[in-house]
């Protein structure tokens, strides 16, 4: 059995970049992943679906330019980006189900305007008094823990429409969760973690570049790098540890080294034996712990057909099975590509549906913004991360109401030669890939102070 001074148990960006660190520290490392490939929640398909090649992003795609973490490793990588197309009118439907074009401000009443402006001016508050790495030290943790985002939303304002634009970018186009299932705390520390709630309400920062040739490329080029140290097909299903360090099995084969490292979803921990067990707090702190849901959607059309009536290809509807839509033609690509996202119980609803039903109904959602143009693609990709064991849902993982101020400070503590991480622990970047630099970094940088101590 070879003895390595790391093991690294998952080959998403959180590992990767750990062990690429911890690599150029000159520490002896291994990656073992479970897949036949590198990327986790990062995944780049290319299908000819539409008669040429086509690239799709099926996981993760978007860069913000608060992402530094991100995008210093992208130039250290050497990976080009690109702006998102969004030239145009966008379009919003609001409770009447007619789509509106907007440039500037919302098409809602003055009154609804207002009031969202006043929302997102508390929220910007509350996001800039807290670290969102350490959410549970807000003045008012507890109580904003104890109650759900949506309760939160009607102590604070008496506009429905107002608080139902506010849920949806915190609910189904971040959390994915309703806006009644995760605390207001947790929506605090989602826009914390980005920087201000303001900025998630803007798809230029949240969503403005892409990596040339997919996200994906980040995990395909630390992993060419790394070489031989990362090791496919490598589902990691018990861990002996002592305080000197791990003996790590993979069906009759075993790693052993003096740290471990586990960098998959909180929820994924759970797969893995440990002998001894993890302290009852480590398993609890993970069980109130669950992944949001959202489906992806994309649809290719000969052109992008919307451009050539004044809009961008942005769209969105608190009411809409697709809450949100975007153009997702990548650079150089003369067809037109929109993305659409289903989510949290739009997502329960349609993953009842068999594949044709479901295809019809979100065409149809995409009409409704789009025209009669929309029901017709030449290419279509869903993306539905919840059947995946290795993963379990997207975009990432957040706690039940209270866990947060409970359980919160948990999830990065080390138990012996283990630590634990991955996006849905980050502070700043949480559930981003941004936040799996982050924590990456963190964690080579812990393990190399002590190596060296
Ligand atoms: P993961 O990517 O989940 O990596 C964990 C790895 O561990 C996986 O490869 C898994 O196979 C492996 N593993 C698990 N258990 C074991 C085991 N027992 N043994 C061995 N290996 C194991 N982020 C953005 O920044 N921008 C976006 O636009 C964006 N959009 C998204 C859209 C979708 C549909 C999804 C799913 C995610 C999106 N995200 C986005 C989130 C982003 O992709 C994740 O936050 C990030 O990739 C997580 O990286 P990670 O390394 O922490 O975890």
Redesign the pocket.
């Known amino acids: 059995m070879n003895t390595h001074d790391v093991i690294v148990?998952?080959?998403?960006?959180?590992?990767l970049t750990a062990a690429w660190r911890l690599a150029e520290a000159g520490q002896e490392v291994v990656v073992?992943?479970?897949?036949d490939r590198?990327?986790?929640?990062?995944r780049t398909d290319v299908t000819d679906q539409a008669g040429a090649p086509a690239s799709f992003e099926?996981?993760?795609?978007?860069?913000s330019p608060d992402q530094d973490a991100l995008i210093s490793l992208l130039a250290e990588l050497g990976l080009p980006t690109y702006p998102r197309h969004r030239d145009g009118d966008s379009l919003y439907v609001g409770r009447d189900r007619a789509a509106r074009r907007f440039a500037e401000d919302l098409p809602v009443s003055p009154s609804t305007r207002a009031a969202i402006a006043e929302l997102t001016k508390k929220l910007d508050e509350l996001a800039a008094a807290m670290d969102p790495a350490r959410p549970w030290e807000l003045a008012d943790a507890r109580h904003l823990d104890s109650i759900s985002l949506r309760t939160w939303l009607e102590e604070q304002c008496d506009d429905a429409e107002a608080r139902d634009n506010i849920a949806l970018y915190l609910g189904p186009a971040m959390l994915t969760k309703p806006a009644h299932a995760f605390s207001a705390l947790q929506a605090v520390q989602m826009a914390a973690s980005a920087g201000s709630f303001s900025n998630l309400l803007d798809a230029d920062v949240i969503l403005d570049r892409r990596v040339v040739g997919g996200l994906q490329s980040v995990p395909i080029e630390l992993a060419r790098r790394l070489g031989d140290r990362v090791r496919l097909g490598?589902?990691?299903?018990h861990v002996a540890w002592t305080e000197e360090g791990v003996v790590v099995h993979v069906g009759d084969d075993a790693y052993a080294a003096r740290r471990l490292v586990v960098?998959?979803?909180p929820t994924?921990v759970r797969?893995?034996r440990f002998t001894p067990e993890l302290p009852a707090e480590q398993r609890i702190a993970r069980e109130h712990q669950s992944f949001g849901l959202?489906v992806?959607v994309q649809a290719m059309y000969p052109t992008p057909f919307w451009r050539a009536d004044g809009l961008d290809g942005t769209a969105f509807g608190p009411y809409e099975l697709v809450h949100e839509a975007y153009d997702n033609t990548p650079e150089g690509e003369s067809r037109g590509v929109l993305v659409g996202f289903v989510s949290d119980v739009n997502a329960d609803a349609v993953g009842a549906l068999d594949a044709e039903e479901r295809r019809e109904r979100i065409l149809d959602a995409l009409a409704t913004y789009f025209g009669e143009q929309a029901r017709h693609p030449i290419a279509y990709v869903e993306?539905d991360?919840q059947h995946q064991e290795?993963?379990g849902g997207?975009?990432?993982t957040s706690f039940d109401l209270g866990g947060l101020t409970r359980w919160g400070h948990v999830l990065r503590q080390p138990v012996g030669p283990i630590e634990f991480g991955?996006?849905?622990v980050a502070g700043l970047g949480f559930?981003?890939?941004?936040?799996?630099v982050r924590?990456g970094t963190e964690i080579a940088a812990g393990l190399g102070a002590r190596a060296t101590a």
Do not use: C, F, M, N
């Open positions: 148990i998952g080959a998403g960006v959180t590992g073992l992943e479970a897949r590198v990327g986790g929640r990062l099926i996981g993760g795609q978007w860069v490598q589902d990691v299903t960098a998959v979803p994924v797969r893995i959202v992806k993306s991360w290795l993963t997207a975009y990432g991955s996006s849905d559930q981003h890939v941004d936040g799996a924590v």
